[in-house]
């Protein structure tokens, strides 16, 4: 099967190219307008490159055209410039050396709509569609083990995140032995990963993905690949998580200087915040300044429409500003990381100040939503004109850059974590029933599941379970299940927790050999996160090991560091990742109000793990928690559930969504109230016919119903 993938290049001849390979029936991946890559004194764009064990590496030079007698020696200069660009990019990586040889030589072939016929003292390759089959079957073939590293040094994925060098691992079979051989093997990406990074649609792009499955690099590679491509164009990616702005800004710089060997120009490649604040732009910010407007901050918005509604309060705002003045546009391209945290009003903000053709790119993962904001589909989401009509309307169509990707396969998390996180982000095993579930039964299939049993229709029974081809093979040949994920038995308060928490981390270092910057310790609490962290970084000094708060006693825009542990709260912990990953105080997830968000959080808090995870928590309520986490390993990480009607999954939204402050506060107080008098009854202090009778008949008939229809 032949993988194409769409860059920016397009033409009459691209199509001529493009309908003559695919006649040949060839396996391997051919790309249009892609790679850049440089040369003595520029950087080029490879028209066309195809990748196969047949016929090697094919560079095809499609712009070029013979109109005189000079055409020829220019023709000649181009292939040979093609011919050292692409070679001086595959001598870099050793791995496509036989010792001192490059076991892979690639061919540069001029692509011409009429067969044409180079005079004698001219050395190039000339074909056209009826010769083209001819003119490949010249070039030698290279051998199976070759294809791997050679996409691997076009696609930059293991230059551009290169891994840690781990030299003080000793032992073959330490978690930090197994971790080196994993990093090893991620080097490519995949077709998703390719389209998703590669392809650029003139229409908005989403980009669908769960955690672990490549949206962050993605994101970066696409970004790197516009500004080399397009120097001119003002570009920028944004997010909702700080701790990113480092992340996104080394995989860019790397990226450029793979491609171009310089710096980019981050006057024209701009990462920014979503929000911004006094001293640092962010989107919102900068398109507040575009219209004069002075930018709000949390404190103005957090007053006016409550914590969890501040950032669309203030967005809305602008919006009628923006709507009511229309000004020049402020960016050429716009990329948008974790775009299930953000509000409809922004994209609607970002819509406004980009121009056509709408070069908006959105990526997001539903469960990893914090936030108080439903993820609407794109017709809905960039809003519609005065006739109804929605602004976007994304679609795939053959021959096209794709619109709309879902990166399917999981190279973080093992199988067994992400159905661990799955189970417990729906609520698939909890007693009174789901929390959530997509919307749409499809997705379960669309993120890499697979019916074992069952229908995936509403009101029907079914059980799915990861497929096995939608995660790399080196998990199950590294790592076992009841490692890979473990939950210790409810502590009896957090100082115990501390204790055993810390003990482990010194075995983690001293025996495991893992580093500190491959331990994450994740606090689903935010508001207690000083307070449970000082238990934890009590704990750790006794055995004479250093931790830090991220944000707090540490750099806000950094979270690991070589000599210390990282403690942090899933908002900051949100995008990054790391091997072995504590998560304390689970409980605060069982159960309570706004449980969609809890879920959500153990959900994230559970993917930030590339190879281990510990769940941990204290008392009754991490005990049910268990119960669930035991129940996702005995049916051997089959989830087994009941698709919710449409009525049901409005329900479980009503049931389990934020709620304000006030609303909040008046709940918790009801809950007091009612739990004094449980308490007053359970001790006799008042017998169960004290309670009038009609609120007795209202309690049994809610409790029955609730009863009865639990999912």
Known sequence: MLDIVYGS???IATSNLLDSIRSLNLDGTLYIGYPVVASADESLTIDSLLICQRHGVVVFDISSAINQAGDWSRLEEQ?????????????????????????VSPNVVTFLPTPYQPPEDIEVTIACSANLASVLSEFDSISPEYIKPVNAALERVSTIKPTKKRQSVKQSDSRGAKLKKIEEQIANLDQWQKQAAIESPDSPQRIRGLAGSGKTIVLALKAAYWHTQHPDWTIALTFHTRSLYQQFQDLIR???????????????????????????????????ALYSEDPKDFRYGKSKYSQSRAFEGICRELLEVVKERKRECLYDAVLIDEAQDLPIEFFQLVYEVVPEPKRI??????LQNLGSYAMLPPDKLFGTDENGKPYVQLRNIEGEPKQDIVLQKCYRNTPWALATAHALGFGIYREDGLVQMFDDPGTWTQVGYEVI?????????????RRKDYSPSFFEEKLKPEDAVYCATAFENQVQQAEWVAKNIQTNLQEDELEASDILIIIPDALK??????????????????????GKTSSKDRLFFDDSIAITSIFRAKGNEAPMVYILSSEYCFEGLELATKRNILFTAITRSRAWVRICGCGSQMQGLKVEIDKVFGNQFKLSFTVPTEQQLDTMRRVNRD?????????????????????????????????????????????????????
């Open 529 to 550: 996160l000083s307070l449970e962290a000082s238990w934890v970084i009590q704990a750790l000094q006794n055995r004479g090991l250093k931790a830090h708060i991220a």
């Open 254 to 288: 790397r990226f450029c200087f793979e491609s171009i060997e310089d710096e980019p120009d981050w006057k024209k490649l701009k990462i920014i915040h979503s929000w911004g604040s006094s001293a640092e732009p962010g989107m919102y910010s900068e398109i507040a």
């Open 361 to 366: 790119v959105f990526a997001y993962d539903d």
């Open 79 to 103: 292939q040979d410039d093609l011919y050292r660009a692409i070679l001086s990019k595959l001598s870099k990586h050793k791995k496509l050396f036989k010792r001192r040889d490059l076991a």
């Open 453 to 465: 049993e069952g229908d995936l229709a509403p009101g029907k029974r079914v059980t799915v379970m």
């Open 9 to 11: 290049v397009a033409s």
């Open 659 to 711: 709620v304000t402050p006030g609303e909040k506060a008046k709940i918790e107080k009801d809950f007091s109230d009612l739990r004094r008098v449980a308490e007053r009854i359970q001790k006799g202090e008042v017998h169960i016919d004290n309670i009038p009778k009609d609120l007795r008949s209202m309690l049994s008939k809610a409790l029955r119903e609730k009863s009865e229809t639990n999912l």
